[in-house]
């Protein structure tokens, strides 16, 4: 719903500010466990095929707490790949990849990913079986077998993963698995429809796990604006400095508008803001003092809150 914070509801951003006031005295840093994303695949860099897998991961993170601090597209080369691996993995406390792991030449990410951390490829019984059994009720004819004709040989190569790799299976219907090296490596298909399925079926548990507590969300409350971005910087650089010990964020978009935004008597459905300002925290009472507070100095309108 929109709403105008500098008129019938003055009463009540001045209250969300006096929340506000209340935290400020103390230090609530997020401890979020922080995440980044590889995305390997010459396609993407060409601009062949459009990296949504990205956009994705970021979401279903942001929606379960991770902190998503480094995405990073790679070509189909082993010293790229694996050099991007140790280095992210050393920084952060999740890390997935994106592509790579089909049947032909240019799928190396087994491979680069076994060189980065010093082990060996080897098929892996389990996943071969798997394959087999899945394709057989699909109806196909042809099976992997590292023995077999070129084309079994080259299905089974989909098999063939880091020796010191951790292998699960988070979906029933795919064969494809998830394999993790290093307790901080995740390696995940490329094709969108099974990268977000097996995101959707892993990473509720895997951060779960690593926080060792109930898994606290982040909140974004967004604010329209009618006015100049460089006018209303100075005051939010006041706010974001207050704000940041809490572990709130602010952030400015000109000319962005939210694909449904809403519409009520009290403003014209002909508003559209020139800056829409957005707080992201994850205690929702300090976002929402913030987002008040923003209403109040800048004449916002409040465009909503997202909680997953």
Not at 136 to 165: F, V, Y
Not at 213 to 223: D, N
């Amino acid at each position: 719903m929109l709403t105008r914070c500098w008129s019938n509801h003055y009463t009540v951003c001045r209250a969300a500010i006096a929340t506000q006031r209340r935290f400020i005295s103390k230090k609530s840093a997020t401890n979020s466990l922080t995440g980044a994303l590889c995305v390997i695949g010459d396609e993407i860099l060409s601009g062949k095929t459009l990296d949504i897998n990205s956009f994705y991961f970021a979401k279903r993170c942001f929606e379960l707490g991770v902190q998503v601090e480094k995405i990073e597209i790679v070509p189909d080369q082993y010293e790229s790949i694996s050099n991007s691996l140790q280095r992210l993995s050393q920084n952060h406390d999740i890390v997935f990849t994106s592509g790579g792991i089909g049947p032909t030449h240019d799928d190396i990410t087994y491979d680069a990913v076994s060189r980065a951390f010093g082990s060996k490829l080897a098929y892996h019984d389990d996943t071969l079986a798997r394959m087999r059994r899945i394709m057989k009720s699909r109806g196909s004819l042809t099976m992997p077998d590292p023995q077999g004709t070129a084309e079994q040989i080259a299905m089974a190569r989909m098999a063939l993963l880091p020796a010191n790799a951790q292998v699960v299976y988070p979906c029933e219907e795919y064969w494809v698995p998830v394999v993790s090296v290093m307790g901080r490596v995740h390696v995940f298909p490329g094709i969108p429809k099974l990268f977000e399925d097996l995101v959707d079926a892993y990473l509720p548990g895997l951060v779960a796990r690593l926080s060792g507590k109930t898994v606290l969300a982040f909140t974004r409350a967004l604010v329209g604006i009618r006015q100049r971005e460089s006018a209303i910087a100075p005051i939010l650089d006041k706010l974001q400095e207050r704000y940041a010990p809490m572990g709130v964020k602010i952030g400015s978009y000109p000319d962005w508008v939210p694909k449904k935004q809403p519409t009520t008597n009290e403003v014209s459905p002909d508003w559209k803001p020139t800056v829409v300002v957005s707080v992201v925290g994850k205690n929702k009472e300090q976002v929402e003092a913030c987002r008040a507070e923003i209403c109040l100095l800048l004449d916002g309108i409040d465009l909503g809150t997202n909680t997953p």
